[in-house]
């Protein structure tokens, strides 16, 4: 079975500061891993995904992360925060694509960002 | 490209009732999944289609929850009765290619109310 456990339900950080938004997940066979974002009342859009390959991970609107097998991590960051960042944010994992690309989803953690 | 298309957008329904959202994906997609987002939780899988198919439909309440996929394109769920904990909103999404697990990219979602 796979789980995801994102710590913090809300997170407040100032603009222009550092965006660290933590994802840890448990998985028996090497995982796929994902992040989202969600604004109000809109679906979820991909801001970046981890399959094989490079760990360090590049998405949109300037997020990256970083696949840490030893401590089974897939942290979300981004060097400065932006007031068009204040969104709700879900890391989720899958084993694969096919019968196995089924998404299992963190509770979410509410990005605020203040002036 | 057009997105995910859902209707309707909003709901409210008394318990016992009927209901049927319906969801039109991407244009060329394979696979369509149905996933359920109760408030403060993360989205769960109901179903999976590849086509006509059912990939999984392990966390689908069978005994209320039904889904089809006509045609491998268009598809509806339906909660036949409702119950109060199915208040939630359900989000529709669809992926290109279920093997090389694309991108799922997801509808604006149906936000459910049982009163």
């Known amino acids: 079975a796979q789980s995801v456990t994102q710590l913090g339900s809300h997170v407040s950080v100032s603009e222009g500061a550092l965006v660290l938004l933590r994802c840890n997940y448990s998985?028996?066979?090497?995982?796929?891993l994902f992040w989202y974002v969600q604004y109000p009342n809109q679906g979820l859009q991909l801001l970046l995904k981890y399959t094989t390959g490079a760990t360090l991970v590049k998405g949109i609107n300037g997020f990256e992360a970083e696949f840490k097998k030893s401590e089974t991590s897939f942290h979300l960051t981004k060097p400065s925060a932006h007031m068009s960042d204040a969104a709700e944010y879900f890391c989720?994992?899958?084993?694969?694509?096919?019968?196995?690309?089924?998404?299992?989803f963190g509770t979410g953690t509410r990005l605020q960002v203040t002036l | 490209e057009a997105g995910v298309a859902q209707s309707p957008r909003y709901k409210i329904i008394e318990k016992r009732q009927s209901v049927a959202f319906w969801c039109n994906p991407i244009s060329g997609h394979a696979t369509l999944y149905w996933y359920q987002q109760i408030l403060g939780q993360g989205p769960k899988l109901l179903i999976q289609f590849q086509n006509n198919g059912v990939v999984d439909d392990s966390q689908l309440p069978k005994d209320r929850f039904s889904a089809e996929r006509l045609k491998g394109v268009d598809s509806t769920l339906k909660i036949q009765p409702a119950k109060l904990e199915d208040s939630a909103v359900y989000l529709c999404?669809?992926?290109?290619?279920?093997?090389?697990?694309?991108?799922?990219?997801f509808g604006p979602g149906t936000r459910l109310t049982v009163l």
């Open positions: 989720a994992v899958s084993r694969g694509g096919g019968t196995a690309s089924k998404l299992t």
């Open positions: 999404a669809s992926s290109l290619d279920p093997v090389g697990n694309n991108e799922q990219f």
């Open positions: 998985s028996s066979v090497p995982p796929y």
